[in-house]
Nanobody, 128 residues
Framework: QVQLVESGGGLVQAGGSLRLSCTASGMKFNEYSMGWFRQAPGKERDGVSCINWRDSSTYYSDSVKGRFTISRDNAKNTLYLQMNSLKPDDTAMYYC?????????????????????WGQGTQVTVSS
């Protein structure tokens, strides 16, 4: 079965950096757009970034644009999210997702409805 396993979360001070990874198995990784969502306590899960499978074009939410960078290594079946200049507002559970580009192309924003598979999440906590 499909598994998406995230790693790299943790506690970091404001202004610091973290790199999240998501390793996929049981799926043809290079045939899926891949993305990151996050959910803060008491809030809805929101799309953060998405990378297309076809041309590696990328999408970022306004809240992370210029600070986060999404990338993928198809040879390693792995998705990354480099997070720089972290803010306390970035504190959330971060989820890896397979399938995100259709919503971006249709509506200009990420949506959970476009996701086929989810990871279990990795916690990111940014202290002030």
């Amino acid at each position: 079965q499909v598994q998406l396993v995230e790693s790299g979360g943790g506690l970091v001070q404001a202004g610091g950096s973290l790199r999240l990874s998501c390793t996929a198995s049981g799926m043809k990784f290079n045939e899926y757009s891949m993305g990151w969502f996050r959910q803060a306590p008491g809030k809805e899960r929101d799309g953060v970034s998405c990378i297309n499978w076809r041309d590696s074009s990328t999408y970022y939410s306004d809240s992370v644009k210029g600070r986060f960078t999404i990338s993928r290594d198809n040879a390693k079946n792995t998705l990354y999210l480099q997070m720089n200049s972290l803010k306390p507002d970035d504190t959330a559970m971060y989820y890896c997702a397979a399938g995100c580009i259709s919503a971006v192309q249709a509506r200009g924003a990420m949506s959970e409805t476009a996701v086929y598979y989810w990871g279990q999440g990795t916690q990111v906590t940014v202290s002030s």
